[in-house]
Protein backbone atom coordinates (compact mmCIF):
# COMPACT_ATOMS: atom_id res chain seq x y z
CA UNK A 1 0.00 0.00 0.00
CA UNK A 2 1.42 3.47 -0.63
CA UNK A 3 1.12 6.25 1.31
CA UNK A 4 1.75 9.23 0.10
CA UNK A 5 2.66 11.60 3.52
CA UNK A 6 2.39 9.16 6.42
CA UNK A 7 2.68 12.61 8.68
CA UNK A 8 -0.54 13.62 7.60
CA UNK A 9 -3.25 11.28 7.89
CA UNK A 10 -6.87 11.33 7.84
CA UNK A 11 -7.95 11.19 10.96
CA UNK A 12 -11.89 12.24 9.68
CA UNK A 13 -13.92 10.62 6.80
CA UNK A 14 -13.87 13.22 4.50
CA UNK A 15 -15.96 16.45 4.81
CA UNK A 16 -16.09 19.01 1.75
CA UNK A 17 -14.67 22.07 3.89
CA UNK A 18 -16.44 24.53 1.85
CA UNK A 19 -19.99 23.51 1.77
CA UNK A 20 -19.93 22.13 5.80
CA UNK A 21 -18.63 25.00 7.74
CA UNK A 22 -21.90 26.30 7.98
CA UNK A 23 -24.06 23.03 8.47
CA UNK A 24 -20.77 21.81 10.78
CA UNK A 25 -22.06 22.14 14.52
CA UNK A 26 -25.41 20.35 13.14
CA UNK A 27 -23.96 18.16 11.39
CA UNK A 28 -21.07 17.42 14.08
CA UNK A 29 -23.74 16.97 16.52
CA UNK A 30 -26.03 14.57 14.88
CA UNK A 31 -22.49 12.79 13.65
CA UNK A 32 -21.94 12.42 17.15
CA UNK A 33 -26.08 11.04 17.96
CA UNK A 34 -25.91 8.61 15.75
CA UNK A 35 -22.39 6.90 16.61
CA UNK A 36 -23.67 7.13 20.85
CA UNK A 37 -26.22 5.26 19.55
CA UNK A 38 -25.33 3.30 17.40
CA UNK A 39 -22.36 1.76 19.83
CA UNK A 40 -25.17 1.92 23.01
CA UNK A 41 -26.92 -0.23 20.91
CA UNK A 42 -23.95 -2.34 19.93
CA UNK A 43 -22.67 -3.13 23.80
CA UNK A 44 -25.92 -3.21 25.20
CA UNK A 45 -25.17 -7.13 25.80
CA UNK A 46 -22.19 -6.13 27.79
CA UNK A 47 -24.22 -3.41 29.56
CA UNK A 48 -26.62 -6.55 30.50
CA UNK A 49 -24.07 -8.60 31.61
CA UNK A 50 -22.87 -5.94 33.74
CA UNK A 51 -26.19 -4.67 35.21
CA UNK A 52 -27.69 -7.70 35.95
CA UNK A 53 -25.09 -8.96 37.89
CA UNK A 54 -25.67 -6.64 40.38
CA UNK A 55 -29.64 -7.58 40.72
CA UNK A 56 -32.08 -9.56 42.46
CA UNK A 57 -34.01 -12.41 39.79
CA UNK A 58 -36.90 -11.07 40.07
CA UNK A 59 -35.37 -7.37 39.41
CA UNK A 60 -34.23 -8.76 36.30
CA UNK A 61 -37.28 -10.45 35.33
CA UNK A 62 -39.29 -7.04 36.10
CA UNK A 63 -36.50 -4.86 34.54
CA UNK A 64 -34.10 -6.28 32.76
CA UNK A 65 -32.45 -3.02 31.38
CA UNK A 66 -32.56 -0.79 33.99
CA UNK A 67 -29.58 -0.09 36.08
CA UNK A 68 -29.39 -1.98 39.67
CA UNK A 69 -31.16 -0.01 42.34
CA UNK A 70 -30.71 -0.52 44.56
CA UNK A 71 -27.13 -2.85 43.62
CA UNK A 72 -26.78 -6.20 45.28
CA UNK A 73 -23.48 -8.05 45.90
CA UNK A 74 -25.74 -11.45 46.68
CA UNK A 75 -24.93 -12.81 43.00
CA UNK A 76 -21.50 -12.54 43.24
CA UNK A 77 -21.08 -13.78 46.70
CA UNK A 78 -22.88 -16.82 45.94
CA UNK A 79 -20.92 -17.26 43.14
CA UNK A 80 -18.16 -17.40 44.95
CA UNK A 81 -18.94 -19.73 47.66
CA UNK A 82 -20.37 -22.29 45.63
CA UNK A 83 -19.15 -25.47 47.71
CA UNK A 84 -17.37 -27.08 44.51
CA UNK A 85 -16.07 -22.97 44.52
CA UNK A 86 -16.35 -23.27 40.29
CA UNK A 87 -15.12 -19.66 39.59
CA UNK A 88 -12.06 -19.29 42.18
CA UNK A 89 -10.68 -22.80 40.45
CA UNK A 90 -11.66 -22.12 36.83
CA UNK A 91 -9.84 -18.50 37.39
CA UNK A 92 -6.71 -20.40 38.89
CA UNK A 93 -6.64 -22.99 36.21
CA UNK A 94 -6.72 -20.72 33.25
CA UNK A 95 -4.58 -17.98 34.53
CA UNK A 96 -1.78 -21.07 35.20
CA UNK A 97 -2.43 -22.81 31.88
CA UNK A 98 -1.80 -19.14 29.72
CA UNK A 99 1.28 -18.52 31.67
CA UNK A 100 2.59 -21.72 31.08
CA UNK A 101 2.00 -21.43 27.60
CA UNK A 102 3.04 -17.96 26.74
CA UNK A 103 6.61 -18.61 28.87
CA UNK A 104 6.97 -21.55 26.25
CA UNK A 105 5.77 -19.97 23.38
CA UNK A 106 7.45 -16.38 23.37
CA UNK A 107 11.22 -17.68 23.77
CA UNK A 108 10.63 -20.82 21.79
CA UNK A 109 8.67 -18.30 18.58
CA UNK A 110 10.91 -15.13 19.17
CA UNK A 111 14.20 -17.84 18.89
CA UNK A 112 12.78 -19.60 15.59
CA UNK A 113 11.68 -16.44 13.83
CA UNK A 114 15.24 -15.36 14.61
CA UNK A 115 16.67 -18.40 13.10
CA UNK A 116 14.71 -18.37 10.39
CA UNK A 117 15.78 -14.89 9.43
CA UNK A 118 19.13 -16.35 8.67
CA UNK A 119 17.94 -18.82 6.34
CA UNK A 120 17.34 -18.42 2.17
CA UNK A 121 14.28 -16.01 1.11
CA UNK A 122 13.22 -19.51 -0.41
CA UNK A 123 13.27 -21.75 2.90
CA UNK A 124 11.82 -18.71 5.11
CA UNK A 125 8.61 -18.44 2.21
CA UNK A 126 7.91 -21.88 2.50
CA UNK A 127 8.73 -22.35 6.12
CA UNK A 128 5.86 -19.22 6.86
CA UNK A 129 3.50 -21.10 4.07
CA UNK A 130 3.40 -24.05 6.21
CA UNK A 131 3.10 -21.72 9.67
CA UNK A 132 0.09 -20.09 7.72
CA UNK A 133 -1.47 -23.17 7.40
CA UNK A 134 -1.36 -24.06 11.20
CA UNK A 135 -3.55 -20.50 11.59
CA UNK A 136 -6.15 -21.78 9.10
CA UNK A 137 -7.04 -25.16 10.21
CA UNK A 138 -10.02 -25.80 12.21
CA UNK A 139 -9.40 -26.83 15.46
CA UNK A 140 -11.85 -29.70 15.95
CA UNK A 141 -10.06 -31.60 12.30
CA UNK A 142 -6.69 -32.23 14.51
CA UNK A 143 -8.80 -32.35 17.99
CA UNK A 144 -8.63 -36.58 18.38
CA UNK A 145 -5.37 -37.04 16.51
CA UNK A 146 -4.20 -34.47 18.68
CA UNK A 147 -5.58 -36.10 22.17
CA UNK A 148 -4.20 -39.87 20.42
CA UNK A 149 -0.66 -37.94 20.53
CA UNK A 150 -0.93 -36.65 24.40
CA UNK A 151 -2.02 -40.33 25.12
CA UNK A 152 1.15 -41.76 23.67
CA UNK A 153 3.45 -39.90 25.96
CA UNK A 154 0.80 -40.04 28.81
CA UNK A 155 -0.21 -36.39 28.84
CA UNK A 156 -3.97 -36.29 27.96
CA UNK A 157 -5.99 -34.93 30.16
CA UNK A 158 -3.49 -33.65 32.00
CA UNK A 159 -2.36 -29.56 32.29
CA UNK A 160 1.07 -30.15 30.81
CA UNK A 161 -0.56 -31.56 27.77
CA UNK A 162 -2.84 -28.84 27.28
CA UNK A 163 -0.15 -26.89 28.13
CA UNK A 164 2.42 -28.72 25.20
CA UNK A 165 -0.43 -28.73 22.30
CA UNK A 166 -0.93 -24.86 23.27
CA UNK A 167 2.35 -24.67 22.37
CA UNK A 168 3.03 -26.75 19.52
CA UNK A 169 -0.51 -25.83 17.49
CA UNK A 170 -1.78 -22.67 15.92
CA UNK A 171 -0.64 -19.84 18.63
CA UNK A 172 2.67 -20.71 17.74
CA UNK A 173 1.93 -20.38 14.35
CA UNK A 174 0.53 -16.62 15.51
CA UNK A 175 4.03 -15.78 17.58
CA UNK A 176 5.88 -16.70 14.38
CA UNK A 177 4.01 -14.45 11.83
CA UNK A 178 4.27 -11.54 14.36
CA UNK A 179 7.75 -12.02 15.58
CA UNK A 180 8.46 -12.81 11.60
CA UNK A 181 6.75 -9.86 10.39
CA UNK A 182 8.71 -7.29 13.44
CA UNK A 183 11.77 -8.91 12.48
CA UNK A 184 11.96 -7.54 9.03
CA UNK A 185 12.10 -3.92 10.28
CA UNK A 186 14.86 -4.82 12.23
CA UNK A 187 18.18 -3.15 10.72
CA UNK A 188 20.59 -6.04 9.44
CA UNK A 189 24.08 -3.84 10.46
CA UNK A 190 22.97 -4.36 14.41
CA UNK A 191 22.60 -7.81 14.30
CA UNK A 192 25.67 -7.96 12.01
CA UNK A 193 27.85 -6.23 14.34
CA UNK A 194 27.17 -8.04 17.44
CA UNK A 195 28.26 -10.94 15.47
CA UNK A 196 31.39 -9.61 14.37
CA UNK A 197 32.01 -9.03 17.91
CA UNK A 198 32.10 -12.21 18.77
CA UNK A 199 28.83 -12.91 20.16
CA UNK A 200 27.25 -16.42 19.59
CA UNK A 201 23.80 -15.99 18.13
CA UNK A 202 22.11 -17.49 21.55
CA UNK A 203 23.58 -14.34 23.13
CA UNK A 204 22.90 -11.74 20.11
CA UNK A 205 19.32 -13.32 20.34
CA UNK A 206 18.66 -12.88 24.14
CA UNK A 207 20.94 -10.10 24.78
CA UNK A 208 19.75 -7.81 21.31
CA UNK A 209 16.96 -9.41 19.25
CA UNK A 210 14.82 -9.92 22.30
CA UNK A 211 14.61 -6.15 23.48
CA UNK A 212 14.57 -5.04 19.87
CA UNK A 213 11.38 -7.38 19.75
CA UNK A 214 9.44 -5.79 22.76
CA UNK A 215 6.69 -4.24 20.64
CA UNK A 216 6.09 -7.83 18.73
CA UNK A 217 6.16 -9.51 21.96
CA UNK A 218 3.57 -6.97 23.56
CA UNK A 219 1.49 -8.34 20.74
CA UNK A 220 1.90 -12.03 21.11
CA UNK A 221 1.42 -11.86 25.49
CA UNK A 222 -1.66 -9.79 24.67
CA UNK A 223 -3.55 -11.14 21.80
CA UNK A 224 -2.88 -14.98 22.98
CA UNK A 225 -3.47 -14.31 26.64
CA UNK A 226 -6.83 -13.66 25.40
CA UNK A 227 -7.24 -16.79 23.49
CA UNK A 228 -5.49 -19.39 25.64
CA UNK A 229 -7.63 -17.37 28.24
CA UNK A 230 -10.96 -17.74 25.95
CA UNK A 231 -10.60 -21.19 24.45
CA UNK A 232 -13.05 -23.95 24.91
CA UNK A 233 -12.25 -26.78 22.82
CA UNK A 234 -9.15 -27.19 23.56
CA UNK A 235 -9.60 -27.52 27.60
CA UNK A 236 -13.05 -29.21 27.14
CA UNK A 237 -11.51 -32.21 25.31
CA UNK A 238 -7.79 -32.39 26.18
CA UNK A 239 -8.74 -32.10 29.58
CA UNK A 240 -11.83 -33.58 30.25
CA UNK A 241 -14.83 -33.37 32.65
CA UNK A 242 -12.97 -34.68 35.27
CA UNK A 243 -9.61 -33.29 35.49
CA UNK A 244 -10.67 -29.88 36.89
CA UNK A 245 -11.78 -26.82 35.04
CA UNK A 246 -10.69 -23.83 33.45
CA UNK A 247 -13.09 -20.87 33.47
CA UNK A 248 -14.36 -21.13 30.31
CA UNK A 249 -15.06 -25.13 31.02
CA UNK A 250 -16.57 -24.00 34.40
CA UNK A 251 -18.36 -21.70 32.96
CA UNK A 252 -19.89 -23.85 30.67
CA UNK A 253 -20.63 -26.82 33.35
CA UNK A 254 -22.30 -24.45 35.43
CA UNK A 255 -24.43 -22.25 33.67
CA UNK A 256 -26.14 -25.28 31.74
CA UNK A 257 -27.79 -25.80 35.51
CA UNK A 258 -28.62 -22.37 35.86
CA UNK A 259 -31.05 -21.98 32.36
CA UNK A 260 -33.56 -19.70 34.30
CA UNK A 261 -32.10 -18.68 37.14
CA UNK A 262 -30.72 -15.20 35.62
CA UNK A 263 -29.15 -13.54 38.64
CA UNK A 264 -27.04 -16.84 39.30
CA UNK A 265 -26.33 -16.74 35.73
CA UNK A 266 -25.29 -13.31 35.59
CA UNK A 267 -22.85 -13.53 38.66
CA UNK A 268 -20.79 -15.86 37.41
CA UNK A 269 -20.73 -14.32 34.44
CA UNK A 270 -19.48 -10.97 35.77
CA UNK A 271 -16.77 -12.54 37.32
CA UNK A 272 -15.80 -14.73 34.36
CA UNK A 273 -15.42 -11.49 31.90
CA UNK A 274 -13.93 -9.29 34.71
CA UNK A 275 -10.49 -10.29 33.81
CA UNK A 276 -10.35 -10.02 30.41
CA UNK A 277 -12.65 -7.37 29.77
CA UNK A 278 -10.48 -4.92 32.58
CA UNK A 279 -6.87 -6.20 30.56
CA UNK A 280 -8.69 -5.20 27.75
CA UNK A 281 -9.23 -1.61 28.93
CA UNK A 282 -5.91 -1.38 30.56
CA UNK A 283 -4.10 -2.36 27.53
CA UNK A 284 -6.79 -1.03 24.75
CA UNK A 285 -3.55 1.08 23.21
CA UNK A 286 -1.26 -2.06 22.73
CA UNK A 287 -4.44 -4.01 21.38
CA UNK A 288 -5.23 -1.88 18.56
CA UNK A 289 -1.43 -1.59 17.68
CA UNK A 290 -1.46 -4.93 17.65
CA UNK A 291 -4.12 -5.36 15.18
CA UNK A 292 -2.90 -2.25 13.25
CA UNK A 293 0.61 -3.31 12.75
CA UNK A 294 -0.88 -7.08 11.42
CA UNK A 295 -3.55 -4.76 9.17
CA UNK A 296 -1.21 -2.88 7.85
CA UNK A 297 0.89 -6.19 6.58
CA UNK B 1 16.34 -7.59 2.64
CA UNK B 2 19.95 -9.39 2.64
CA UNK B 3 20.01 -13.00 3.64
CA UNK B 4 24.14 -12.51 3.31
CA UNK B 5 24.22 -13.12 7.13
CA UNK B 6 24.59 -16.59 8.19
CA UNK B 7 28.25 -15.91 10.14
CA UNK B 8 28.30 -18.80 12.75
CA UNK B 9 28.01 -21.72 11.38
CA UNK B 10 28.79 -23.89 14.77
CA UNK B 11 26.50 -22.60 16.62
CA UNK B 12 24.13 -24.81 17.66
CA UNK B 13 22.06 -23.55 20.76
CA UNK B 14 19.71 -21.50 18.42
CA UNK B 15 19.08 -24.01 15.63
CA UNK B 16 18.57 -26.33 18.85
CA UNK B 17 15.42 -24.23 20.22
CA UNK B 18 14.40 -24.04 16.10
CA UNK B 19 14.13 -27.62 15.89
CA UNK B 20 12.16 -27.77 19.04
CA UNK B 21 9.71 -24.96 18.02
CA UNK B 22 9.63 -26.98 14.47
CA UNK B 23 9.12 -30.42 15.85
CA UNK B 24 6.25 -29.35 18.33
CA UNK B 25 4.90 -27.85 15.40
CA UNK B 26 5.18 -30.79 13.17
CA UNK B 27 3.71 -32.41 16.03
CA UNK B 28 0.98 -30.60 17.15
CA UNK B 29 -0.32 -29.41 13.39
CA UNK B 30 1.11 -31.45 10.56
CA UNK B 31 0.63 -35.24 12.11
CA UNK B 32 -2.35 -34.80 13.33
CA UNK B 33 -3.67 -33.55 10.15
CA UNK B 34 -2.04 -37.01 8.58
CA UNK B 35 -3.11 -38.91 11.07
CA UNK B 36 -6.98 -38.14 10.49
CA UNK B 37 -6.45 -38.72 6.66
CA UNK B 38 -5.33 -42.07 7.70
CA UNK B 39 -8.37 -42.66 10.48
CA UNK B 40 -10.75 -41.69 7.70
CA UNK B 41 -9.92 -44.49 6.07
CA UNK B 42 -10.75 -47.02 9.01
CA UNK B 43 -13.64 -47.71 11.17
CA UNK B 44 -11.76 -46.60 14.46
CA UNK B 45 -14.13 -46.49 17.42
CA UNK B 46 -12.68 -46.06 20.72
CA UNK B 47 -15.72 -48.91 22.02
CA UNK B 48 -13.92 -51.37 19.45
CA UNK B 49 -10.56 -53.63 20.19
CA UNK B 50 -9.23 -52.99 17.22
CA UNK B 51 -10.17 -50.84 14.15
CA UNK B 52 -10.01 -52.14 10.42
CA UNK B 53 -8.70 -50.73 6.99
CA UNK B 54 -12.10 -49.79 5.28
CA UNK B 55 -10.86 -47.87 2.04
CA UNK B 56 -13.12 -45.26 1.00
CA UNK B 57 -16.05 -46.56 2.74
CA UNK B 58 -16.50 -43.55 4.99
CA UNK B 59 -15.80 -40.97 2.12
CA UNK B 60 -18.87 -42.78 0.38
CA UNK B 61 -20.97 -42.59 3.62
CA UNK B 62 -20.33 -38.56 3.44
CA UNK B 63 -22.35 -38.48 -0.08
CA UNK B 64 -25.49 -40.12 1.78
CA UNK B 65 -25.37 -38.43 4.88
CA UNK B 66 -28.19 -36.12 5.19
CA UNK B 67 -27.15 -34.22 8.83
CA UNK B 68 -23.97 -33.69 6.93
CA UNK B 69 -25.33 -31.64 4.05
CA UNK B 70 -27.16 -30.03 6.46
CA UNK B 71 -24.81 -28.66 8.78
CA UNK B 72 -22.21 -28.07 5.66
CA UNK B 73 -24.79 -26.09 3.82
CA UNK B 74 -25.75 -24.23 7.39
CA UNK B 75 -21.67 -23.38 8.16
CA UNK B 76 -21.18 -22.38 4.46
CA UNK B 77 -24.52 -20.07 4.41
CA UNK B 78 -23.04 -18.42 7.98
CA UNK B 79 -19.70 -18.45 7.04
CA UNK B 80 -20.74 -16.31 3.25
CA UNK B 81 -23.58 -14.01 5.06
CA UNK B 82 -21.90 -12.68 8.26
CA UNK B 83 -18.94 -12.33 6.89
CA UNK B 84 -20.93 -10.12 4.43
CA UNK B 85 -22.56 -8.46 7.55
CA UNK B 86 -19.87 -8.19 9.58
CA UNK B 87 -17.58 -6.38 6.77
CA UNK B 88 -20.25 -4.29 5.66
CA UNK B 89 -21.27 -3.05 9.35
CA UNK B 90 -17.60 -2.55 10.79
CA UNK B 91 -16.47 -0.48 7.19
CA UNK B 92 -19.83 2.06 8.20
CA UNK B 93 -19.10 1.38 11.86
CA UNK B 94 -15.58 2.52 10.96
CA UNK B 95 -16.26 5.34 9.37
CA UNK B 96 -19.16 6.32 11.88
CA UNK B 97 -16.49 6.79 15.04
CA UNK B 98 -13.24 8.00 12.51
CA UNK B 99 -13.06 10.74 14.73
CA UNK B 100 -10.20 12.15 17.09
CA UNK B 101 -12.15 13.74 19.84
CA UNK B 102 -12.16 11.68 23.50
CA UNK B 103 -16.21 10.83 23.10
CA UNK B 104 -15.18 8.58 19.91
CA UNK B 105 -11.74 7.13 21.62
CA UNK B 106 -14.00 6.08 23.81
CA UNK B 107 -16.30 4.72 21.49
CA UNK B 108 -13.73 3.12 19.42
CA UNK B 109 -12.74 1.35 22.71
CA UNK B 110 -15.85 -0.34 23.63
CA UNK B 111 -16.96 -1.41 19.84
CA UNK B 112 -13.74 -4.18 20.16
CA UNK B 113 -14.99 -5.63 23.46
CA UNK B 114 -17.06 -8.48 22.06
CA UNK B 115 -13.85 -9.59 20.60
CA UNK B 116 -12.72 -10.04 24.67
CA UNK B 117 -15.62 -12.16 25.75
CA UNK B 118 -15.05 -15.99 25.27
CA UNK B 119 -17.58 -17.77 23.15
CA UNK B 120 -19.23 -19.04 26.02
CA UNK B 121 -20.05 -15.94 27.59
CA UNK B 122 -20.97 -14.42 24.45
CA UNK B 123 -23.55 -17.79 24.04
CA UNK B 124 -24.99 -17.40 27.21
CA UNK B 125 -25.83 -13.62 27.72
CA UNK B 126 -27.23 -14.14 24.17
CA UNK B 127 -29.30 -17.12 25.36
CA UNK B 128 -30.84 -14.94 28.33
CA UNK B 129 -31.57 -11.62 25.68
CA UNK B 130 -33.42 -14.63 23.18
CA UNK B 131 -35.00 -16.43 26.15
CA UNK B 132 -38.65 -16.23 26.15
CA UNK B 133 -38.56 -14.22 29.29
CA UNK B 134 -35.80 -12.19 28.36
CA UNK B 135 -34.83 -9.04 27.45
CA UNK B 136 -35.52 -8.97 23.42
CA UNK B 137 -39.17 -10.12 23.74
CA UNK B 138 -39.40 -7.46 27.15
CA UNK B 139 -38.38 -4.72 24.85
CA UNK B 140 -40.34 -5.92 21.84
CA UNK B 141 -43.43 -5.98 23.88
CA UNK B 142 -43.16 -2.69 25.38
CA UNK B 143 -42.49 -1.19 21.99
CA UNK B 144 -45.72 -2.90 20.82
CA UNK B 145 -44.10 -4.27 17.91
CA UNK B 146 -44.88 -7.83 18.81
CA UNK B 147 -47.90 -9.48 21.13
CA UNK B 148 -46.72 -12.90 22.54
CA UNK B 149 -43.11 -13.55 23.35
CA UNK B 150 -41.20 -15.09 20.20
CA UNK B 151 -39.25 -18.19 20.42
CA UNK B 152 -35.70 -16.82 19.07
CA UNK B 153 -34.19 -20.13 19.81
CA UNK B 154 -37.10 -22.64 19.41
CA UNK B 155 -37.58 -22.97 15.63
CA UNK B 156 -34.72 -23.93 13.01
CA UNK B 157 -35.04 -20.91 11.50
CA UNK B 158 -35.15 -18.54 14.03
CA UNK B 159 -32.68 -19.92 15.27
CA UNK B 160 -30.17 -19.51 12.62
CA UNK B 161 -31.07 -16.32 12.58
CA UNK B 162 -29.87 -15.57 16.13
CA UNK B 163 -26.75 -17.71 15.79
CA UNK B 164 -26.01 -15.05 12.82
CA UNK B 165 -27.18 -12.56 14.37
CA UNK B 166 -24.55 -12.84 17.70
CA UNK B 167 -21.84 -14.56 15.48
CA UNK B 168 -21.98 -11.01 13.25
CA UNK B 169 -21.95 -9.11 16.42
CA UNK B 170 -19.06 -10.44 17.61
CA UNK B 171 -16.90 -9.99 14.48
CA UNK B 172 -18.32 -6.93 13.74
CA UNK B 173 -16.12 -5.73 16.87
CA UNK B 174 -13.13 -7.19 15.09
CA UNK B 175 -13.91 -5.34 11.47
CA UNK B 176 -14.55 -2.41 12.75
CA UNK B 177 -10.96 -2.19 14.56
CA UNK B 178 -8.90 -3.28 11.10
CA UNK B 179 -11.11 -0.84 8.83
CA UNK B 180 -10.48 1.89 11.72
CA UNK B 181 -6.92 1.39 11.15
CA UNK B 182 -7.21 1.11 7.32
CA UNK B 183 -8.68 4.47 7.38
CA UNK B 184 -6.19 6.29 8.76
CA UNK B 185 -3.61 5.23 6.80
CA UNK B 186 -5.84 7.04 3.68
CA UNK B 187 -4.04 10.63 2.80
CA UNK B 188 -6.04 13.59 3.42
CA UNK B 189 -4.90 14.77 0.02
CA UNK B 190 -6.67 12.34 -1.41
CA UNK B 191 -10.16 13.80 -0.46
CA UNK B 192 -8.91 17.64 -0.93
CA UNK B 193 -8.02 16.81 -4.53
CA UNK B 194 -11.43 14.73 -4.77
CA UNK B 195 -13.29 18.17 -3.15
CA UNK B 196 -11.33 20.23 -5.51
CA UNK B 197 -12.65 18.20 -8.63
CA UNK B 198 -16.25 18.74 -6.97
CA UNK B 199 -16.60 14.90 -6.36
CA UNK B 200 -19.40 14.68 -3.44
CA UNK B 201 -19.34 12.64 -0.18
CA UNK B 202 -20.96 9.22 -2.13
CA UNK B 203 -18.12 9.50 -4.82
CA UNK B 204 -15.43 10.10 -2.17
CA UNK B 205 -16.39 7.07 -0.61
CA UNK B 206 -16.86 4.78 -3.44
CA UNK B 207 -13.60 6.32 -5.31
CA UNK B 208 -11.51 6.66 -2.47
CA UNK B 209 -12.22 5.49 0.92
CA UNK B 210 -13.59 2.42 -0.11
CA UNK B 211 -10.81 1.59 -2.85
CA UNK B 212 -8.29 2.56 -0.06
CA UNK B 213 -9.85 0.32 2.62
CA UNK B 214 -8.75 -2.57 0.35
CA UNK B 215 -5.83 -4.08 2.00
CA UNK B 216 -7.58 -3.88 5.52
CA UNK B 217 -10.97 -5.66 3.73
CA UNK B 218 -8.70 -8.10 2.82
CA UNK B 219 -7.61 -9.32 5.90
CA UNK B 220 -10.75 -8.65 7.73
CA UNK B 221 -12.79 -10.51 4.98
CA UNK B 222 -10.27 -13.16 5.31
CA UNK B 223 -10.08 -13.65 9.16
CA UNK B 224 -13.98 -13.63 9.42
CA UNK B 225 -14.27 -16.34 6.67
CA UNK B 226 -11.88 -18.41 8.60
CA UNK B 227 -13.51 -17.47 12.27
CA UNK B 228 -16.54 -18.72 11.27
CA UNK B 229 -15.45 -22.04 9.27
CA UNK B 230 -13.93 -23.11 12.74
CA UNK B 231 -17.21 -21.60 14.83
CA UNK B 232 -18.10 -23.92 17.72
CA UNK B 233 -18.12 -22.20 21.02
CA UNK B 234 -20.61 -19.69 20.46
CA UNK B 235 -22.72 -22.29 19.41
CA UNK B 236 -22.26 -24.89 22.30
CA UNK B 237 -23.44 -22.34 24.81
CA UNK B 238 -25.82 -20.71 23.03
CA UNK B 239 -28.03 -23.30 20.97
CA UNK B 240 -26.13 -26.93 21.43
CA UNK B 241 -26.44 -27.51 17.87
CA UNK B 242 -30.41 -27.35 18.04
CA UNK B 243 -33.31 -27.21 18.01
CA UNK B 244 -33.14 -30.29 15.61
CA UNK B 245 -29.28 -29.78 14.30
CA UNK B 246 -30.56 -26.64 13.06
CA UNK B 247 -27.26 -24.91 14.14
CA UNK B 248 -24.50 -27.57 13.97
CA UNK B 249 -21.95 -26.34 12.22
CA UNK B 250 -19.58 -28.76 10.79
CA UNK B 251 -17.14 -28.34 13.68
CA UNK B 252 -19.76 -29.69 16.09
CA UNK B 253 -20.54 -32.03 14.04
CA UNK B 254 -17.28 -33.33 14.15
CA UNK B 255 -17.14 -33.16 17.62
CA UNK B 256 -20.36 -34.92 18.16
CA UNK B 257 -19.62 -37.84 16.19
CA UNK B 258 -16.31 -38.02 17.69
CA UNK B 259 -17.10 -37.97 21.39
CA UNK B 260 -21.17 -38.82 21.53
CA UNK B 261 -21.16 -41.34 18.69
CA UNK B 262 -17.67 -42.50 19.17
CA UNK B 263 -17.20 -42.97 15.25
CA UNK B 264 -13.75 -41.79 15.07
CA UNK B 265 -13.23 -42.93 11.80
CA UNK B 266 -16.14 -41.34 10.28
CA UNK B 267 -15.20 -37.85 12.27
CA UNK B 268 -12.10 -37.98 10.45
CA UNK B 269 -13.70 -37.94 7.10
CA UNK B 270 -15.76 -34.96 7.60
CA UNK B 271 -12.51 -33.09 9.40
CA UNK B 272 -11.01 -34.02 5.89
CA UNK B 273 -13.47 -32.31 4.12
CA UNK B 274 -13.50 -29.33 6.30
CA UNK B 275 -10.47 -29.22 5.93
CA UNK B 276 -10.52 -29.24 2.76
CA UNK B 277 -13.74 -26.88 2.27
CA UNK B 278 -11.62 -24.31 4.80
CA UNK B 279 -8.76 -24.29 2.09
CA UNK B 280 -10.05 -24.15 -1.23
CA UNK B 281 -12.42 -21.24 0.64
CA UNK B 282 -9.44 -19.41 2.55
CA UNK B 283 -6.83 -19.38 -0.40
CA UNK B 284 -9.58 -18.77 -3.52
CA UNK B 285 -10.94 -15.75 -1.19
CA UNK B 286 -7.98 -14.54 -0.75
CA UNK B 287 -6.46 -14.45 -4.04
CA UNK B 288 -9.16 -12.92 -5.17
CA UNK B 289 -9.61 -10.01 -2.58
CA UNK B 290 -5.76 -9.43 -3.26
CA UNK B 291 -6.40 -9.37 -7.04
CA UNK B 292 -8.97 -6.97 -6.28
CA UNK B 293 -6.42 -5.25 -4.46
CA UNK B 294 -4.28 -4.43 -7.20
CA UNK B 295 -6.94 -3.74 -9.95
CA UNK B 296 -8.58 -0.88 -7.66
Redesign the interface.
Known amino acids: ?T???PQ???????T???QSTKRRPWASRG??A???L??LA??S??Y??IVNAFKTQSQI?QN??APPAPPTLQNLTEALSRPDRIVQIGLMNSAVTVVASLVLII???A??S????????GFRRI?LA??G??????????????I??LSIVHLDHTYPGLV??N????Y??FA?FVYSGFL?SVP?EI??AA?VDGA???RI?WKIVMPLLRPATATVTIFLS?WI?????NPQ?ILGPLKGQT??TG??LS?GQYS?N?AQ??GV?FL??VI??AG??VL?KQ??AG??A???R | ????????RG?P???L??V???G??V???????G??AW?SLTDENPLMAQSHFIGLANYRELLHDSTLASSLSFTLVMAAVVTIVANAAGIG?A??????SL??RM????????Q???????G???R??FAE???LN??LTALGIISQPVSWLGSPDLAMFSVGLVAA?VL?GFTT??HL???????????QA??VDGAG?WQ??RW??FRMLA??TT??VTISL?TM??L??II??LTGGGPAFATQS???Y??NL??TDDR?GY??AV??L??AV??AI?LSVTGLLRRREVDL
Do not use: C
Open positions: MVLTRRAAAPPAPSHLAAALTFVPILTIPEPLGAFFWLTRRSAVVFAGLMIPPAVILLPTRILSVGGGLSVRKIEAGSLWLWNDFMFITLYLTYLFMAAPVYLQFRLTGAS | MTTRARPRDALGIAVALLYLFIIVPVMSKFILLNKTSFMRAVAFLPVLSGVIVFVWYIDGIHLWTVVAALQSIPVELYATRQFITPGISILKYDAATALIIAFFASAMLLSAA
